[in-house]
């Protein structure tokens, strides 16, 4: 053989460490294969957060196994970094590849761990459970390496079975040899499972068959059940019986927010709601998020979705979901399992005790839930997908952060939709919804959270992130930990949290409108213009201002925030009267509450004044008549939005002026005009239609003088109230109609979900920045 033949058919050793989120995911089986298809021999295994391993062969083969373990990875996995090392290492004596055990780094040192998402019910996994002929037909748990559970159940990486909250269910001889084979879908799937050896239901002294019977019977007889899903428990009854839904409601004391409904498939869907491209795609990914969809040509009853014309739909995510939508045929609500402003119940005995007063019976199993991670919720604007609450099957993949961090940390989040962030290095992990903090078993359930992704990540947090407001349960928890703090400002936080997940460091002009936020002179704020970077802001315009008369009291009730713009909105040199308050908005009030109110705001008593574009929502749905008192944080803009539906409206009027260094946009030029327009009988929606669009034009033109005066033409939008699509709409059209770049979070919550994410970025940043 010539000598070139025989230095090509010299073997070649190479290592390889592969990070990023590769644990859980079907990775070292997809080695496995990719290697003995190339006939190499070493070996593959789970290393503290990454995958580690060797191969030996010729050349060619080696390279070709390079490249594949770059671009033919699982579809679960999330590659960050992968290293090679080439040595001169005796090729192994193996003549095979195989799968070692779970052991520790090469090299000796830790490295990022990162947590794999829960997966919903892959296709295949789907045909076995619906096939009579298979081993698992109508086994609830049936999952293997490509779905199933990950998040939820882990005790602790390297991921293993023995790490997880199956390890009590010993495999039976069958799935052993599954999970043995290198050419089975399960090949080291550690859930893995089956009707003789895995979890089993139970419905009070009912088990397996019959305990699903005993609650497809209950829900279909007009009864609700809790049943227990991925990461958690959930509430269940038929969609389609308006006394059920009903029931729910006073149940659980739920009156207004929407609730999500499942579907068996996507066709069911297409009945329910519009679904578009952009929408399919995201009903049908591996994450099973609700997604927020217009309505379609089958309704529900109104109870369902009040005040809304959207539905959230979402697909099974189990096994169990498919068995119950399968035997009942009809779409079900299927909500979280908690009391309202509780956190979601995980613990079987919790749920006994808890959610009896709310259901007729419980379908549990004995499967742990280790890790509480509630319905993900996502919305589709055009072909733009939101993330609204980022939770199972999104968290808490790991999200970039332009600077890295020099140190580890967390952003302690806000108040209300709380997360919180562990950053280090260019990584941050957010972590799932939790709820809001103002309940005492919802801050347990943030501090026992905050603990187990510390361990499961390796993070261990050497400074703190944190709002400013004094008030808030993150903030005080921030101030007792004893760590270096960093007050990132609200606003600030959710425009940085829309900058570093498009990997923006530089300066930005930021639009942040939201509900509240202590600004940093005090005062609180909600509807702000600011340029800014990652390190620092400028405010360089706002909303007027208007009185918020009894504080929280009027966050419940819009027609206090009303009266509140009427009497006393910021003024700004407009000549004239303030507009009076119309007599069919206070002949439904209390006139002894009316009163009350109006000597509030005239001797400042315990009404703050807030520059808030949420606020201002309220006070125009509680005068146009939508809502006067709500039950969740913006329901009374989901009401104006829903009651403007796709009419066009001319604008209402709107100026915009300058005011104390800033540019001010006057609320009650718009409120006037609103006023005027509805006593010569313009209709409820057509000025809801327009109000949205005076409220973008105006933003539009905020922006515009700002960026004449030097700001820069990228805009991130940011704050809960770009949730509304149609302002989100309007607002992107006219900026880019301006040659603006504009940005907007997808992966992060645009609302408070996102601020724990924002305030990581601006610690990490503003720690880069003074190292350097």
């Known amino acids: 053989m010539p000598r070139r033949a025989r230095e090509r058919q010299r073997a070649v050793v190479r290592d390889f460490t ?8 079907g990775f070292r089986p997809f080695v496995h294969r990719t290697a003995t298809a190339l006939r190499l021999t070493g070996w593959v295994a789970n290393v503290d957060g990454h995958v580690e391993g060797s191969v030996c062969g010729v050349p060619d083969a080696v390279a070709s196994f390079t490249h594949r373990l770059r671009t033919d990875a699982p579809p679960l996995s999330r590659i960050h970094e992968v290293r090679f090392r080439d040595h001169d290492a005796p090729p192994s004596p193996s003549r095979a590849f195989v799968v070692r055990d779970s052991g520790t780094s090469l090299s000796g040192a830790a490295s990022p761990r990162e947590v794999p998402p829960d ?51 010993r495999m039976c001889a069958d799935c052993a ?58 509430l269940v009854c038929d969609a389609t019986d308006p006394d059920a839904v009903g029931e729910l409601r006073r149940r659980k004391h739920r009156p207004g927010n929407p609730f999500a409904v499942m579907v068996g498939d996507i066709e069911a869907a297409r009945r329910l709601a519009r679904v578009g491209t952009t929408a399919h795609a995201e009903l049908t990914r591996g994450a099973r998020p609700v997604v927020l969809l217009p309505l379609g040509p089958v ?47 995980v613990d079987d005995t919790d749920a006994a005790r808890t959610l009896a007063p709310i259901v007729d019976g419980v379908l549990s199993h004995d499967r742990a839930v280790r890790a509480r991670y509630d319905d993900s919720v996502t919305e589709v604007t055009g072909r733009t997908v939101l993330t609204v609450r980022r939770a199972r099957g999104l968290a808490p993949a790991p999200l970039p952060l332009p600077r890295s961090a020099p140190l580890p940390l967390v952003g302690a989040g806000a ?75 609200h606003h600030h936080a959710h425009l940085a949290a829309c900058a570093a997940e498009h990997g923006w460091s530089r300066l930005f002009t930021g639009v942040a409108y939201d509900g509240l936020g202590l600004g940093d002179d005090g005062a609180l704020w909600g509807g702000e213009i600011m340029v800014a970077d990652l390190t ?46 119309p007599g069919d908005f206070t002949d439904r009030l209390d006139p002894r509450a009316v009163t009350t109110v109006r000597t509030m705001i005239d001797r400042g008593l315990n009404c703050p004044a807030a520059s808030s574009a949420g606020r201002f929502f309220d006070a125009v749905a509680s005068l146009l008549g939508l809502v006067d008192t709500v039950s969740y944080e913006g329901e009374a803009a989901v009401a104006l939005e829903t ?62 003088r700002a960026v004449e005066a030097g700001a820069p033409r990228t805009v991130c939008l940011g704050g809960g109230c770009f949730v509304n699509q149609r302002l989100l709409t309007e607002v992107r059209r006219l900026l880019r109609a301006q040659g603006l770049r504009v940005l907007v979070g997808r992966a992060v919550p645009v609302g408070d979900g996102g601020i724990s994410y924002g305030q990581a970025a601006v610690a990490a940043a503003r720690l880069a920045q003074a190292k350097e």
């Open 177 to 234: 040899s599954e999970y043995a084979d290198p050419h089975d879908r399960r090949f080291h799937a550690e859930p893995i499972a089956c009707p003789a050896c895995g979890p089993r239901l139970a419905w009070e002294d009912l088990r397996g068959e019959d305990a699903l019977r005993a609650a497809v019977k209950t829900v279909g007889s007009g009864g609700i059940i809790a049943l227990k899903g991925l990461g958690g428990y959930q």
């Open 299 to 345: 309704r529900l009853p109104t109870a369902v979705h009040p005040r809304t014309d959207r539905v959230g739909l979402f697909l099974p995510t189990t096994g169990l979901h498919h068995l119950l939508l399968c035997d009942l045929a009809r779409p079900l609500i299927v909500t979280s399992g908690n009391r309202v402003g509780e956190p979601l119940v």
């Open 18 to 25: 592969v990070s990023g989120t590769v644990q859980g995911v």
């Open 119 to 169: 997966a919903a019910l892959c296709d295949a996994c789907l045909a076995e459970l619906l096939d009579p002929r298979d081993r698992r037909y109508r086994h609830p748990f049936i999952s293997c390496t490509d779905c199933g559970p990950r998040a939820s159940i882990i005790e602790a990486l390297p991921y293993d079975r023995a790490r997880t909250t199956m390890r009590r269910f």
């Open 415 to 489: 108040q209300s939709k709380h997360t919180f962030c562990l950053a280090e290095g260019d990584r941050a992990h957010l972590a799932a919804h939790i709820g809001d903090l103002g309940d005492a078993a919802t801050y347990e359930a943030f501090q026992e959270s905050y603990d187990a992704l510390r361990r499961l990540t390796g993070v261990r947090p050497r400074a703190v992130a944190h709002d400013p407001h004094p008030g808030y349960l993150s903030t005080q928890w921030a101030h007792a930990g004893g760590l270096p703090r960093i007050a990132v400002q």
């Open 643 to 704: 009651a403007a539906g796709r009419l066009r409206a001319a604008p209402l009027a709107h100026r915009v002026l300058r005011a104390g260094g800033l540019w001010v946009y006057d609320t009650t030029t718009t409120l006037t005009d609103l006023l005027d327009r509805r006593a010569d009988g313009e209709s409820v929606p057509l000025l809801a239609a327009a109000f949205h669009r005076a409220l973008a034009e105006a933003t539009a033109e905020l922006v515009r």
């Open 536 to 581: 620092s802001y400028r405010r360089v315009g706002r909303l007027a201002t208007a009185p918020l008369p009894g504080g929280e009291a009027a966050v419940r009730n819009p027609w206090r925030t009303a009266l509140g713009h009427l009497y006393a909105g910021e003024r700004l040199g407009r000549p004239g009267p303030a507009p009076r308050a």
